[in-house]
C-alpha cells in the first residue's frame, strides 16, 4: 500500500494516524523539493524512530514508489498537506491505473495557518508560487494572480520557491508590481507558521527592506481591502 502523509508544519506535527502508518512501512521517504523545512530531518527521524530516504522531484515524478507500493507498504512524508502539490495528485491517479491500494493521511497546511494573521480565510484568492528568479529569465505571471484577485477584493496569498531569500522575493515582488501598475502600502510576511519560532510582520516594503534575518519557510500575503476587524488583528 502507498501512504501520502502530511507531517503538519511542525516537527511534532505528524497525526497519530500517521504515526501509526510510519510504524508499519517498510520503507520511508520524505519529499524535500517543495518547501524549506523549518526542522532538520534528524529531528523527523528522532520523532518518527525509523529511517528516512530524501526523495527529490526526479524520483517522485518518475512514480516509481507506486512500483515500491506493489509489494510492500510505502510511505511518502509531505510537509504541510499531501495534496497541495499537482505532483501527489498524479501518484494517485497513477497507483488508480495500476491497482495499487494508497491512503492519504491528512493534517494542516499553510492555506490553515494564514488565518493567524486575521485576516478571513473566505475572503484569499487563488494562490500564486513565486519563483526563483535566474540571471535570463524572470517569469512574473504570480502577479498576475494577483492582479485578479485585487480585481475581485480577494486577498493574495504568495508562496516562496525553495531556496528563494525574502530580500530577493521583495525586490522581485516590486518589479513586478511595477510591471502590472499594482499598487500596495503594506504587506504581510509570515514566518514559520505552526511553529514556536512563527511571526507575522505587516508593514510596508520600505520597512521590510531592512529586514536581515527572516526564516524560511516564509510567504507574503497581499491583503485586499481590509475588514475592520482584520485590520484590528493585523494592527494590534
Known amino acids: 500500500m502507498l501512504y501520502i502523509i502530511g507531517l503538519g508544519l511542525n516537527v511534532d506535527g505528524i497525526s497519530k494516524f500517521g ?63 499531501p495534496l497541495t502539490a499537482t505532483t ?13 491500494k494508497y491512503k492519504i493521511i491528512y493534517n494542516a497546511s499553510i492555506l490553515d495557518a494564514v488565518a493567524e494573521t486575521g485576516l478571513q480565510i473566505y475572503k484569499f484568492g487563488k494562490v500564486a508560487s513565486m519563483p526563483k528568479w535566474e540571471k535570463n529569465f524572470s517569469p512574473d505571471s504570480f502577479m498576475k494572480i494577483v492582479q ?27 518589479i513586478s508590481a511595477e510591471k502590472y501598475k499594482i499598487n500596495f502600502k503594506k504587506i504581510i510576511l509570515c514566518q514559520r507558521l505552526g511553529t514556536k519560532d512563527k511571526r507575522i510582520s505587516y508593514k510596508t516594503i520600505e520597512e521590510f527592506e531592512k529586514y536581515n534575518d527572516v526564516k524560511k519557510p516564509h510567504c507574503i500575503i497581499i491583503p485586499s481591502k481590509l475588514h475592520f476587524l482584520e485590520k484590528e488583528v493585523l494592527e494590534g
Open 19 to 81: 504515526l501509526q502508518a510510519v510504524k508499519r512501512c517498510k520503507k520511508i521517504y520524505l519529499e524535500n523539493y517543495t518547501v524549506d523545512f523549518p526542522y532538520s530531518e534528524g529531528a523527523l527521524k528522532e520523532v518518527l524512530g525509523k529511517k528516512i530516504v530524501p526523495a527529490d522531484r526526479k524520483f517522485v515524478e518518475s512514480l516509481e514508489i507506486v512500483d515500491e507500493a506493489r509489494k510492500a507498504d510505502v510511505a511518502l512524508l509531505v510537509y504541510g498537506s
Open 148 to 174: 485578479d484577485n485585487q480585481s475581485m477584493k480577494a486577498h493574495s496569498l504568495i508562496l516562496m520557491d525553495i531556496g528563494l531569500e525574502f530580500q530577493d522575493a521583495l525586490n522581485q515582488l516590486k
Open 88 to 100: 501527489h495528485i498524479s501518484l494517485i491517479e497513477e497507483a488508480k491505473r495500476c491497482g495499487v
